[in-house]
């Protein structure tokens, strides 16, 4: 096993949103498990992204996000994805780049992506775990059923995954 290869696995959501609370909950649940191996942090993004920015200060290889998507798949789908670009602040259109310093308090995860990689501090494998969202429209504490029974086969996605790469 490689001890040199550093990974962050990040939940992203909002347990307010129905199904957005997918990464959250994944998260949580595997940090209550048994312990990933010493090279794998695994944290709570939420929604502010600001979080993770801080935390890819501690220099990563691999970045993982776990999220509820919007790929129009059926309800429930897990999918793992490469982020394959990520631009840097500089690289945005000058209204863009207005608007995104405009208001650095509300930092979602694509932000905090464009963010870390103009600081430098984005690793150079970036992927998303995505899970196919139902309800995620209305205010609501609650995940569908499909979403809420994918956590156990995103869960051991991520732990063969990280077993996978460290070997």
């Not at 695994?42 to 920015?53: A, K, M, P, S, T």
């Not at 963010?115 to 309800?135: F, H, T, W």
Request: proline share 5%.
């Amino acid at each position: 096993m490689d001890d040199s290869r550093k990974i962050l696995i990040a939940g992203v959501g909002n347990p307010l949103r129905q199904d957005d609370a997918f990464g959250i909950e994944v998260v949580n649940s595997l940090i209550d498990e048994d312990p990933l191996p010493k090279q794998v942090v695994v944290q709570e993004v939420g929604i502010g992204g600001i979080h993770l920015v801080q935390e890819l200060h501690n220099k990563y290889d691999v970045l993982i996000l776990v999220d509820a998507v919007d790929w129009e798949l059926p309800p429930g789908r897990i999918s793992l994805r490469v982020v394959d670009e990520v631009k840097t602040v500089s690289e945005l259109a000058k209204d863009e780049q207005r608007d995104f310093l405009a208001d650095m308090h509300y930092t979602n995860p694509v932000r905090a992506l464009i963010l870390a990689r103009s600081l430098e501090v984005l690793p150079k494998k970036v992927y998303l775990l995505g899970c196919q969202a139902k309800d995620t429209d209305e205010f609501a504490i609650g995940m569908s059923a499909e979403v809420q029974e994918a956590i156990p086969e995103a869960k051991e996605l991520l732990k063969k995954w990280v077993k996978d790469y460290l070997n």
